[in-house]
């Protein structure tokens, strides 16, 4: 098939909008849209500082190579990535090389962490020890508490994320099927400054996972292809099944996802007001006298020594 635009081969078909592109209008298409989302979500001044929390998959690594396509050449702003190692052998040490090799090749600052640094023990020490809950639980609570810590240390703006068009409309029904209004209302990007947590940007939220893989495999962006030895056990995997399904037979379904949520997210904020934080004595913001991640971090101390 030929590109709808040019008479160029086209490298894929658009479902959601009947189009076929080329590889050159692929790229300015996603591209254009990532553009939207930054102009939509922030509003950047001099010497704001965007930290782009970075694993090494296709999603976050695109995220890093857009902004710094992006805004690189803007001296008053900086791009800095921020890695965090989980300690999950034979995954995450080769995601961190590709990594590292990409961001010293354009001059971004890397500013790198670890679970047994901030925590005291890896995730191969913790998912052993998880009982009921996911391995993922305490891994995404470690996670956010780790890139909020350096994203804050480091004077960040905000904190961008890889967070794709499937993976915002699995958060979305994951929280209404919940009934947490609460959590759908914090779910990013973030217009409300907390004090202590940099709000998060999401370029990619309507960038569909597909789109984000051909856009890194046309543009050349290297990427760990891996998939982390626990993801198996994670609630999302059983949303992400269902919200599939319905995409393959309603082309656009995650857009309507989406669409929906950003219509009611006023009446969301309105009925959830921003709660005082404390100050955990880890050096995180929360809601009681202890964080989340210092709870769980409680709970498996015992059971791991």
């Given amino acids: 098939m030929k590109c709808g635009i040019c008479n160029h081969e086209a490298v894929t078909y658009i479902r959601y909008n009947g ?26 001044r001099s010497g704001d500082v965007i930290a782009v929390a970075v694993s090494g998959g296709k999603d976050s690594m695109v995220t890093l190579h857009l902004l710094h396509s ?9 791009i800095r990535c921020v ?3 989980e300690g999950i052998e034979g995954y995450r040490p080769e995601s961190m090389d590709i990594v590292k090799k990409f961001c010293a090749d354009r ?16 995730m191969d020490e913790i998912a052993p020890s998880s009982g009921d809950s996911s391995p993922c639980t305490y891994c995404g609570v470690f996670r956010r ?12 703006t905000y904190l961008a994320t890889g967070l794709n068009l499937d993976d915002t409309a699995q958060s979305i ?5 919940r009934g947490d209004t609460d959590r759908l209302a914090r779910l990013g990007p973030h217009k409300k400054i907390q004090p202590g947590l940099i709000p998060r940007i999401q370029p990619l939220r309507m960038i569909p996972e597909k789109e984000s893989l051909l856009y890194a495999i046309v543009a050349g962006i290297p990427f760990h292809n891996g998939t982390c030895p626990y993801s198996d056990e994670a609630l999302r995997n059983q949303y992400r099944h269902v919200i599939d399904e ?18 009611i997210l006023p009446m969301l904020t309105e009925h959830s007001k921003p709660a005082k934080l404390k100050k955990c004595t ?24």
Avoid: W
Avoid at 117 to 122: L, P, W
Avoid at 145 to 156: C, E, L, Q, T, Y
């Fill in 145 to 156: 508490n780790a890139m909020n810590d350096i994203a804050r240390n480091i004077n960040a």
């Fill in 107 to 122: 001059g971004i600052k890397y500013d790198q962490g670890a679970f047994s640094e901030r925590f005291g023990m890896t």
């Fill in 282 to 305: 880890c050096g995180e913001p929360t809601l009681g006298d202890e964080c989340k991640a210092c709870e769980l971090k409680g709970k498996l101390v015992s059971k791991i020594r």
């Fill in 173 to 177: 029904m994951m929280n209404f099927a």
């Fill in 246 to 263: 319905l995409e393959a037979r309603s082309p656009g379904t995650r857009h309507s996802i989406i669409s929906s949520y950003d219509q």
């Fill in 70 to 78: 992006i805004l690189g050449e803007r001296q008053d702003i900086e």
């Fill in 19 to 44: 189009t076929h592109l080329c590889s050159e209008h692929f790229m300015k298409f996603v591209e254009k849209r990532v553009k939207k989302e930054i102009r939509r979500q922030v509003s950047l």
């Fill in 83 to 85: 890695t965090i190692d």
